[in-house]
């Protein structure tokens, strides 16, 4: 991709929109994010560059929500809260809650909680 000063945002492609929402949204460094669904529509590629700028601002002190649909992104997650009909059902370390609900993967904690 050639890099243009005269590029307009749409042209860009959703990855790299993402990752400028986010780098915008950080740049005063505040204390919490709230990030719905940022990698959703991206290659791996990106979502792994993605997870990688997340670690490093919650490493700089910033606490970061992320919603998600991809169970295997919660288990880049220091903690997951998954709700079921509104309400909290789960809380805990991806850890804590394969061993609570008996599985390996967070996709199998999701199912459980979700049937």
């Known amino acids: 991709m050639v890099h243009s000063l005269n590029t307009l945002l749409r042209e860009i492609p959703l990855g790299w929109k993402q990752k400028l929402a986010f780098s915008v949204a950080i740049m ?15 290659d791996p590629i990106t979502r792994r560059q993605f997870w990688e700028m997340i670690y490093e601002t919650a490493h700089q002190g910033t606490t970061v929500f992320v919603t998600t ?7 880049y997650c220091e903690r997951v809260s998954i709700m079921a009909d509104g309400r909290i059902e789960a809380l805990g370390t991806p850890s804590q809650l394969k061993t609570k609900y008996g599985v390996d993967t967070m996709n199998e904690v999701f199912i459980k909680i979700a049937r």
Do not use: S
């Open 69 to 75: 649909h991809y169970m295997d992104e919660a288990e």
């Open 28 to 42: 005063h460094r505040p204390q919490v994010v709230f990030l719905d669904e940022p990698t959703g529509g991206v």
